[in-house]
Nanobody, 127 residues
Framework: QLQLVESGGGLVQPGGSLRLSCAAS????????IGWFRQAPGKEREGVSC??????ETYYTDSAKGRVTISRDKSTVYLQLNSLKPEDTAVYYC??????????????????????WGPGTSVTVSS
């Protein structure tokens, strides 16, 4: 089974940037869609962006569109966060699934169906 570990979170001032990393290990990695999701305090988890490991297909939800960029290399998925706002404060998780398309993974709210999740990395945007 795939294993995921996020890193790169921290405290940043409004308007700042962060790059989150999701290190993936396990079999058949090329066949997976991997996505970034976030959960702010007191709010439901939401999708941010997803990418296909085989072809690099990407999908962005409206939650942070225009301010995030998702990318990947052989075994790591990155989420570049720019122009950060206090409302971007959340725990950011990456998740992986071998059977979902990139878009379906990002728009669904049935998160229990995903094959695996990382433990999350916390992002705090505050002055």
């Amino acid at each position: 089974q795939l294993q995921l570990v996020e890193s790169g979170g921290g405290l940043v001032q409004p308007g700042g940037s962060l790059r989150l990393s999701c290190a993936a290990s396990g079999p058949l990695l090329d066949y997976y869609a991997i996505g970034w999701f976030r959960q702010a305090p007191g709010k439901e988890r939401e999708g941010v962006s997803c990418i296909g490991m085989s072809n690099g297909e990407t999908y962005y939800t409206d939650s942070a569109k225009g301010r995030v960029t998702i990318s990947r290399d052989k075994s790591t998925v990155y989420l570049q966060l720019n122009s950060l706002k206090p409302e971007d404060t959340a725990v950011y998780y990456c998740a992986a699934d071998i059977s979902l398309t990139v878009q379906s993974m990002c728009v669904t709210r049935n998160y229990k169906q995903f094959e695996t999740w990382g433990p999350g990395t916390s992002v705090t945007v505050s002055s």
